[in-house]
């Protein structure tokens, strides 16, 4: 399954950059709506589907659809707002999705265990499908502007060539990728390794999300007060503490299980802190090519993470031993990078 989702988010990387030029030619909001309106459709359908390769092509296929709709979002949001704003509303938009997932581990838990996860499933494509429809329908009424590009080529280019960048970007790869092997591994790790009943892994999903949440009210609320580069190093150190409870987990069986669930929530609080930073950074420029930076950002990010997530499915230890390598080499790396290559020498405006 972590080979699977990391195919899925390689294929999510992908779709990003190529939806650019339609996000471009057809618009912002009307991408977004289509985007959601197809991803619940693909939804519904797994719902139906009897064997793995079915299963397989249409979550992939989801994945490639929601690239599109991460493009577009990013771009209105940075469009919408200034540098700081972007990254006030990056977070609270990051903690919205994070309060919906608090309580959908339990409840599909829940259906899944009494109805089947083909009903659970169901239910939440049904409610995306109904959201998806009232935006489409708001895009039509409204009306919605396409994006004026710049030369694509010369953009992308442009874009590689520029540290201000490439260099935020990297940075995402390397506290994201950590980050998202151990939110797929977790469920396994409670379940198979420590024998915690399924009863109890819900309610524990949805406590490191709520935790995850609480990350992202506070990111935004160091916007403005805590300078760009302590705020990037506070959320390295929290993923250096992360990868040393993740060890305690590993080597000690009695207090392990208690040392992994604080490490994903260690974990959540580090990513969260960085990452509405970054994804300013990364898209600040001209806004004739924030859409291409949006994509290529998208690309490489979700490349780079999902690289990463499938490496250390590859990886011929245990779980847990995987997660200390990825989280302890990540970490060294983004260390080196802010410490001796320092990308952050000046405030954003």
């Known amino acids: 399954m972590e080979s699977l989702l990391g195919m899925g988010m390689l294929v999510f990387a992908v779709a990003q950059y190529l939806s ?49 709709g991460a493009t577009a979002g990013r771009a209105g949001l940075r469009n919408a707002s200034s540098h700081r704003g972007f990254q006030r509303l990056t977070a609270v938009s990051n ?19 009494t109805q089947g996860w083909r009903v659970a499933c169901a239910g939440l494509s049904g409610v995306l499908m109904i959201v998806s429809a009232m935006l489409m329908l708001d895009a039509r009424r409204k009306g919605d502007v396409p994006v004026v590009p710049e030369t694509g080529h010369e953009c992308v280019k442009g874009l590689l060539r520029d540290p201000r960048f490439i260099r935020p970007t990297l940075l995402v790869i390397l506290l994201q990728g950590p980050f998202s092997a151990m939110m797929i591994a977790k469920p396994a790790i409670l379940l198979d390794e420590f024998q915690w009943p399924p009863s109890l892994v819900g309610p524990l999903i949805s406590g490191v999300a709520a935790a995850t949440t ?51 929530v260690v974990s959540a ?38 690289a990463i997530v499938m490496l250390a499915g590859l990886m011929p230890v245990t779980a847990l031993g995987r997660l200390v390598v990825v989280t302890g080499g990540c970490f ?9 290559v320092r990308p952050f020498a000046h405030e954003g405006n």
Do not use: Y
């Open 214 to 264: 609480g990350g992202f009210l506070f990111a935004g609320k160091c916007v403005g007060r805590m300078p760009e580069g302590r705020q990037l190093l506070a959320g390295l150190c929290l993923q250096g503490l992360a990868c040393g409870l993740v060890v305690l987990s590993a080597i000690d069986a009695t207090a392990g299980r208690f040392a992994f669930v604080a490490a994903c």
């Open 269 to 306: 609080w580090g990513f969260a802190l960085v990452l509405p930073l970054l994804t300013a950074m990364a898209l600040d420029g001209p806004a004739d090519r924030r859409a291409q930076a949006s994509g290529l950002f998208g690309l490489l990010d979700a490349a780079g993470t999902g």
């Open 20 to 68: 650019v030029p339609i996000v471009q030619c057809w618009g912002i909001q009307r991408i977004h709506a289509i985007s959601a309106l197809l991803v619940s459709a693909l939804a519904m359908l797994l719902t139906v589907a009897h064997g793995l390769p079915a299963f397989a092509i249409m979550l992939v296929l989801a994945f490639a659809v929601n690239g599109a």
């Open 332 to 340: 060294l790396v983004g260390i080196v990078l802010v410490t001796i």
């Open 95 to 113: 903690a919205a999705m994070d309060t919906l997932a608090v309580a959908a581990p339990s409840v599909v838990m829940a259906i899944a265990a």
